[in-house]
């Protein structure tokens, strides 16, 4: 069976552990959906990606299995990742022809397998042309810093499945940090704790609007609270409870913790003369992680800088692929290398 052509005009990618965005050229966004995909066990065949897919988990019969396959920002299933490409890309395709180029966006920690697989899932899908770009770098632009100029900037970008957090100047990554604590793990901290603390079995969809609902990382000036549903797990039998948002902070603190420590361990290695620019701009966040309420402050009450949240933080990396895709030749610099090319 040959490859299926279908890129219908030069895009940008998001491929995230949480969710895949699409931007295509001169349309801008035109894709944001869960980067979750449920096929048949036995044969493979995919039933339903994205939302369709997410609306059915913890839902189907033994023979469906529903995955995410890419982990801690990296392709966990090859096979599956491509056949989610595909069907995403075809959502947004007006014709069969294939784009001369596609700009991704990927962890700053990426090894050369890992390279090789986000390109190989990007030509077998179609495209013609494939360039990477790191995800703090994408974030960047996307917020508009200006990463062309001999001044520092830097940016926490809190995904899905990692943090990614890097000092950029003239085009480059200066220093970076990444680690696996993100989105995902806040979310399996809040599961954890209600199995531990009320023994109360929640599914991952409960956990992450419990998390975006009234998670935070500060004392709120009104605490809030919440109704949870689940099932016991002394007798069985579903069961509600209400929690504030005081507990569902002491289910997430040691994770805000380990990002905050992140944060810090990069400033530390960061050239003086590039820390003078951050004491003056300040830090800037991006990804759904962003919007945990009060980690703006967390930060700031632990670093003495300025934290500002980008405008739209889930859209940040898209939107700066995209214009990475739009103007590839003044942007060029910024795109990472690969030894195959």
């Given at each position: ?14 491929l995230?552990?949480a969710?895949?965005?699409i931007?295509m ?22 039933i339903?990606i994205?939302k369709?897919a997410e ?7 033994r023979?469906v ?15 599956i ?14 014709s069969?022809?294939p ?7 990927v ?9 090789r697989?986000?390109r190989?899932?990007?030509e077998h ?5 494939v360039?990477?770009?790191?995800e ?59 199995r531990?603390?009320?023994?109360i079995l ?10 975006c609902?009234?998670?935070?990382a ?8 919440i ?5 016991d797990?002394v007798?069985?039998i579903?069961k509600a409870i209400r929690?504030?948002s ?16 992140a ?10 003369e ?5 004491y ?22 632990q ?10 933080p ?10 990475v ?7 060029s610099?910024?795109?990472i290398?690969s030894?195959r090319?």
């Amino acid at each position: 069976m040959g490859v299926l052509k279908l890129f219908s005009n030069d895009v940008a990618i998001d491929l995230g552990t949480a969710n895949t965005l699409i931007w295509m050229k001169g349309k801008q966004i035109v894709l944001n959906e869960p980067s979750v995909v449920a096929f048949d066990r036995t044969t493979k065949h995919i039933i339903a990606i994205g939302k369709e897919a997410e609306a059915m988990v913890g839902k189907t019969h033994r023979d469906v299995k529903i995955i995410r396959p890419l982990r801690d920002g990296a392709i966990a299933d090859f096979e599956i990742t491509e056949g989610m490409l595909r069907a995403f890309i075809r959502k947004v395709s007006l014709s069969w022809q294939p784009a001369k180029r596609v700009v991704v966006c990927v962890p700053s920690g990426i090894t050369e397998v890992e390279k090789r697989a986000v390109r190989d899932s990007c030509e077998h899908a179609g495209a013609k042309e494939v360039h990477l770009i790191a995800e703090p770098m994408a974030g960047a632009i996307g917020i508009g810093l200006n990463v062309h100029e001999a001044t520092g900037n830097m940016i926490v970008d809190i995904g899905g499945g990692t943090t990614e957090i890097a000092v950029i100047a003239l085009d480059k990554i200066v220093a970076d940090e990444s680690i696996k604590t993100a989105g995902d793990e806040l979310t399996i901290d809040v599961i954890k704790y209600f199995r531990s603390v009320h023994n109360i079995l929640i599914g991952d969809r409960t956990a992450e609007i419990i998390k975006c609902q009234v998670g935070s990382a500060v004392p709120l000036e009104e605490e809030l609270e919440i109704e949870v549903k689940g099932r016991d797990l002394v007798s069985g039998i579903p069961k509600a409870i209400r929690v504030t948002s005081a507990d569902v902070r002491e289910a997430l603190a040691e994770s805000v913790n380990e990002i905050v420590e992140a944060v810090i361990t990069l400033l530390e290695k960061t050239p003086p003369e590039l820390a003078a620019d951050i004491y003056d701009r300040g830090i800037m966040l991006s990804g759904g992680g962003a919007l945990l309420k009060g980690l703006d402050e967390r930060i700031r009450r632990q670093t003495s800088l300025p934290v500002h949240v980008a405008d739209d933080p889930l859209t940040s990396v898209v939107r700066g692929t995209g214009k990475v895709l739009e103007n590839l030749v003044e942007y060029s610099a910024v795109l990472i290398k690969s030894s195959r090319y």
